[in-house]
């Protein structure tokens, strides 16, 4: 039962532009959800977070937006830059933290 | 460097046999997840410590166990590995448990 789904296994994006992550989930009782980011061959590294209280977090270039209701997340990075190419994955938490299957995003130069 | 480490960060081994992997939190962090990532698939989350006790439990085999130390360590035991086992092992410790965990940099296991 996949409770945090990323439904694009991939996405590619020309420098400048804006990149946006999508990712849905089931569980209505995820009060805090999360993006990561993965380099090939490191751990994933924590890049914004959302409690379930907002609907809107910005941390420069990255803002992450929240549809309660439709129970959908965003990422949106903005300008996209070619050191953005990595695998991000987004994860919701509700006494553990569940993680999504990922979205590998290549920015083009 | 996340603060995290795991150890060690290859092991190749043959089926049947049985491995420990461990993982260091960061500095005062009292949760400790841990996660197993096959070829191209997500992160599966195995098992969450908060404290030396169990918290959460996910698609975590029989085979597989973990435990939690005094000292916050955690470690991982896989037993009667399979072929299908071969994967990367992350660990992660967060402060609180609703807050951004910090990921080691994985174990790659491989079983032959």
């Known amino acids: 039962d996949q409770q945090v789904k990323q439904n694009s296994p991939s996405l590619s994006v020309q420098e400048g532009r804006i990149s946006i992550l999508n990712c849905d989930y089931t569980n209505s009782m995820f009060d805090y959800f999360l993006w990561y980011k993965k380099y090939p061959a490191e751990g994933p590294t924590f890049l914004i977070s959302i409690s379930s209280i907002k609907d809107k977090n910005e941390d420069g270039r990255f803002t992450v937006f929240l549809n309660k209701s439709a129970k959908h997340l965003s990422l949106h990075i903005v300008p996209s830059q070619p050191g953005d190419s990595a695998v991000y994955f987004c994860?919701?938490?509700?006494?553990?933290?569940?993680f999504g299957t990922g979205t590998k995003l290549q920015v083009i130069p | 460097d996340s603060g995290v480490t795991q150890t060690p960060k290859h092991l190749i081994t043959a089926t049947g046999q049985r491995v420990t992997l461990r993982c260091s939190p960061r500095s005062g962090d009292l949760s400790v997840y841990w996660y197993q990532q096959s070829l191209d698939q997500g992160l599966q989350f195995l098992i969450q410590?908060?404290?030396?006790?169990?918290?959460a439990k996910g698609n975590i085999l029989e085979r597989f166990s973990a435990q939690q130390f005094p000292d916050l360590h955690s470690e991982l035991n896989l037993s009667s590995l399979e072929l299908g086992d071969s994967a990367l092992y992350f660990c992660?410790?967060?402060?609180?448990?609703?807050?951004?965990?910090?990921f080691g940099q994985g174990t790659r296991l491989t079983v032959v």
């Open positions: 994860a919701a938490g509700y006494q553990k933290v569940t």
């Open positions: 992660a410790s967060s402060g609180d448990l609703n807050t951004e965990a910090f």
């Open positions: 410590y908060y404290n030396g006790e169990e918290r």
